[in-house]
């Protein structure tokens, strides 16, 4: 008897067919609530009616443990007897709601849980020790970069207003056709007046020769259509060299 700790007034269900009632001889002598039922009358019985469903192993079996699930009583226990196929067995028990799954030479028994589907209960959670913050420590001076430290002499200097005078069409120091900037204008004046050139700053080409004239000066020279000079020496152009040949 694997199903002592029921008591003799509860009801059990005795899932069998006919020719196989004998073997069940000893529960319908402890329990006075005993009823035979065979796998196509199983949906009959009452949901959550019983203490206890005992059977036979079968092969169909498993296709009907959800049932046996919903005619146990919360806590009921099921019990197969002269099974096979254990693992597979326990496997299916496990996944539909069945706890406590053991097995007790060729007997298994499982257990319908306590609870009912739907209820809940409330965690008490053990309570953790509020883990430490990291945070910066105000006392802490970092030493910190002085931005002015980041700038040499040349981020220091001040651009020459008149490098940053270009066309908006064409990119450079000179006045497009059309002109509405004012550029032309400026230009026009500065022909006028003739305009120093300082060569003191003069770019190092591969050659050297810039200072030479047009014939050593390469298409990009920024020197290109002046007089030759003397590296250093500043140059005075004259208006009709400001102005532009077409």
């Not at 050139?197 to 290109?224: E, I, M, N, Q």
Request: hydrophobic letters at 35%.
């Amino acid at each position: 008897m694997v199903i002592n700790h029921l008591v003799p007034t509860d009801t059990v269900i005795i899932l069998c067919p006919e020719e196989a009632k004998d073997n069940f001889k000893e529960y319908v002598e402890k329990f006075k609530n005993v009823t035979f039922l065979d796998h196509s009358s199983l949906t009959s019985a009452q949901n959550e009616s019983a203490s206890a469903i005992i059977t036979l192993f079968n092969e169909t079996l498993q296709d009907i443990i959800s049932i046996l699930l919903q005619k146990l009583k919360p806590g009921g226990t099921l019990v197969i007897q002269k099974i096979l196929d254990v693992e597979n067995l326990k496997f299916k028990l496990a996944t539909t709601g069945f706890m406590n799954v053991t097995i007790d030479e060729e007997t298994l028994t499982a257990n319908k849980p306590t609870f009912k589907s739907g209820c809940s209960a409330k965690i008490n959670l053990p309570s953790k020790p509020a883990t430490s913050v990291w945070k910066i420590d105000d006392t802490v001076e970092d030493e910190l970069i002085d931005p002015d430290d980041l700038l040499d002499e040349d981020d220091l200097k001040k651009p020459d207003p008149e490098t940053l005078r270009v066309c908006g069409t064409t990119g450079k120091r000179k006045a497009c056709k059309n002109c509405s900037c004012g550029l032309a204008e400026e230009l026009a004046s500065e022909a006028q007046k003739g305009k120093t050139v300082d060569t003191t700053d003069a770019p190092k080409s591969s050659c050297g020769s810039c200072y030479l004239g047009d014939a050593f000066r390469c298409a990009s020279c920024p020197y290109l259509g002046m007089p030759a000079f003397k590296p250093g020496e500043k140059i005075q152009l004259s208006g009709s060299q400001l102005k532009a040949d077409v």
